[in-house]
């Protein structure tokens, strides 16, 4: 009692160091802050920071027409974030705002919402829905709709992810492992890719969403292929064959080059500029951003009476943001030695996506392209983060009005062209396969999940299997008999080095995988095979050889009765039991486990060791442990 009593004076105790700590800890722009290097930082900061802003222009915009929202909260997502990142992040590289696959998840949920509250696409204020609001204050349209389920669900994405931030639960992002978030963001990566293709192709088609969306959107894109605008066709192809050949440029001299080309940006400025002087819109029906307000709207509160139906959409999204933010995270940390910590970090992502939704903000994460750029082009802290914003509220004060005739159809160009990344991964799988076959068949599961299915679904239908694999790897594990090398007293496998002398009569044996309940049948089988001796069987026979003299003897007796011993002794030699009936010979009398690989062992597999070593002493070999660790010694030892 005493001892819980002083534990918890001391962490209750409000000293001004604890404060301090406490502070630094949650905030550790006040640990990096006053230490910072005007001269030595500033310049890359600022520079890195201008080149985001100026590619995060055009992808604030086009990321918003995915997450199907009005381009100027993709502006404000990504203006807030970075503000808010600075304060509470541990990486120095990590730059957030919109990602193209936490997009797509937001869309997908905003539709569905618009459809069950009755908008359909392109419609203003139905009748039935003048009194939905956003604030409770007046009607509310599909734009103000569509931002309010948006930002509720912003909400709910970023108390997700603080509370398992707080809960100290960010070792759950080991469970996504590599193969996993490769395979879902390749195929979220197509998913996106056909969901902008209606643009590029200027089509006006329904956006598919649930269970095979992927395959219906491309038969409705054949159906009404002659629909085609050819402005937004011709736009989207010039398009394409400028900023493609550009990009690959940059990445094959991006060594070479201090900064790459912002060709994202001129042509968005260019395609601009000739659709207002060309007058697209009306000449040729061609599809543009509108008008594109100023400045900053009142903060508003998230629409409570939302929470229910998007508690379970938040919860991917809330997974896969924050798994993408540590792990970049980690990378850029590791390659740059200094300390990232994991549950800070999925606090700062979850602050960043809940205090902007008070702003009209909606879910964001650590974005991959930006944040190689970030750290190709020299940024030291995130300081360049508030330049970045800084680009960007010069953006939002005075040049969005300028955008109002930017096409659609250059917008879905953009975010196809950065989601070259994930498209890419298909040329690793063979050198995947090579390495590791399950780690590729987890890789294609997830992707064709994500794609053919629904991004959520294939998410989990990918964990679900990677965890499967884990088991399966468990459960049929490599198991290998010993040999020595020669003139030392280490023991090696077999079956994979030549020229091992074996000990006569001893058998040593490797299990390389705990001993549990899913893989005790193997054990068993695969001990028997590999010592060519199996104690049941064996036992067995003993039995029935010893069996056939008693009861032949017994018999005799009875019969013959007791004066006919002379008989009784031609008549057993006459019927001496055959050969295969004879107790067979082994060749080994001990047989030592190696437990070295072994990290556990439930009681399935205690009473399995239990089994062997009875089943072995009846058939006269010794069995013997070796290796053990303390955990499972002390489990021998009570079981």
Same mark, same amino acid.
């Given at each position: ?162 509370? =398992? ?45 649930? !269970? ?21 066709? !011709? ?32 042509? !968005?400025?260019?395609?601009? /500029? ?16 509108? +008008? ?98 800084? /680009? ?18 250059? =917008? ?221 010694? +002390? ?5």
């Amino acid at each position: 009692k005493e001892l819980i009593l002083k534990k918890a004076r001391e962490v209750c105790t409000c000293s001004h160091q604890t404060i301090t700590t406490f502070l630094c800890r949650l905030f550790p722009v006040l640990d990096w802050l006053p230490h910072y290097n005007i001269k030595t930082q500033l310049p890359g900061d600022v520079i890195s920071g201008l080149l985001v802003g100026i590619v995060t222009i055009p992808q604030s915009v086009s990321y918003s027409l995915l997450a199907s929202q009005d381009p100027i909260y993709g502006i404000y997502t990504n203006f807030f974030c970075n503000i808010i990142y600075v304060a509470v992040a541990t990486s120095r590289h990590n730059c957030v705002g919109s990602f193209g696959v936490l997009c797509l998840l937001v869309g997908q949920c905003v539709n569905r919402h618009l459809r069950l509250a009755g908008y359909s696409d392109g419609s203003a204020l139905l009748p039935g829905n003048a009194t939905s609001t956003s604030n409770g204050t007046g009607a509310c349209d599909r734009s103000c709709y569509a931002i309010t389920v948006a930002l509720s669900l912003s909400f709910l994405v970023g108390l997700y992810q603080i509370l =398992l931030g707080v809960l100290q639960l960010g070792f759950v992002a080991v469970y996504l492992s590599e193969p996993l978030l490769g395979g879902f963001v390749t195929g979220s990566s197509l998913t996106i890719i056909t969901s902008q293709m209606k643009y590029l192709l200027g089509l006006k088609i329904p956006r598919h969403e649930g !269970v095979g969306s992927f395959i219906l959107t491309w038969v409705d894109l054949f159906r009404y292929i002659q629909n085609t605008n050819i402005c937004d066709l !011709v736009t989207s192809l010039v398009a394409l064959a400028i900023i493609v050949p550009v990009k690959e440029i940059n990445d094959w001299y991006k060594e070479k080059m201090k900064a790459p080309f912002p060709i994202e940006l001129l042509v !968005v400025i260019v395609a601009t /500029v000739i659709s207002h002087y060309f007058n697209f819109e009306e000449r040729y029906k061609s599809a543009v951003c509108g +008008h594109i307000p100023t400045g900053f709207r009142k903060p508003t509160l998230p629409d409570i009476s939302l929470f229910s139906s998007l508690a379970v959409d938040a919860l991917p999204i809330a997974v896969i943001g924050f798994a993408m933010t540590v792990s970049l995270a980690e990378i850029f940390g590791k390659k740059h030695g200094y300390t990232v910590r994991a549950n800070q970090e999925m606090i700062a992502i979850g602050m960043c996506n809940l205090i902007p939704s008070f702003f009209y903000c909606f879910a964001s994460s650590a974005a991959l392209t930006k944040t190689l750029l970030k750290e190709s082009t020299g940024t030291q802290t995130q300081i360049s983060g508030l330049v970045t914003s800084l /680009v960007l509220l010069l953006v939002l004060l005075w040049i969005s009005p300028l955008f109002y005739s930017l096409q659609t159809s250059i =917008l879905g160009v953009v975010t196809i062209v950065n989601l070259r990344g994930g498209l890419r991964k298909f040329r690793d799988t063979p050198q995947m396969w090579r390495l590791s076959k399950l780690d590729t068949v987890v890789w294609w599961t997830t992707m064709l999940s994500s794609t053919l299915i629904t991004t959520e679904i294939g998410l989990l239908v990918g964990v679900c299997f990677a965890l499967l694999c884990i088991i399966f790897r468990t459960q049929r594990p490599r198991a290998t008999l010993l040999g020595r090398v020669s003139n030392t007293d280490i023991y090696e496998d077999q079956a994979t080095y030549k020229q091992l002398s074996s000990i006569a009569n001893i058998k040593i044996f490797r299990f390389e995988s705990s001993l549990y309940y899913a893989n005790k049948d193997y054990f068993k089988s695969v001990l028997y095979q590999k010592t060519g001796v199996n104690p049941v069987l064996l036992a067995a026979k003993h039995q029935r050889v010893g069996a056939q003299p008693n009861t032949e003897t017994g018999n005799s007796r009875s019969f013959l009765g007791t004066g006919f011993d002379c008989l009784k002794q031609t008549k057993e030699r006459a019927e001496k039991p055959p050969a295969d009936a004879r107790p067979p010979s082994i060749d080994m009398h001990t047989l030592i486990l190696d437990c070295g690989a072994m990290q556990f062992i439930d009681t399935v597999g205690l009473s399995v060791l239990k089994e062997t070593h009875h089943d072995y002493k009846k058939i006269g070999v010794q069995v013997l442990l070796a290796n053990c660790n303390p955990s499972i010694r +002390h489990q021998l030892r009570e079981g």
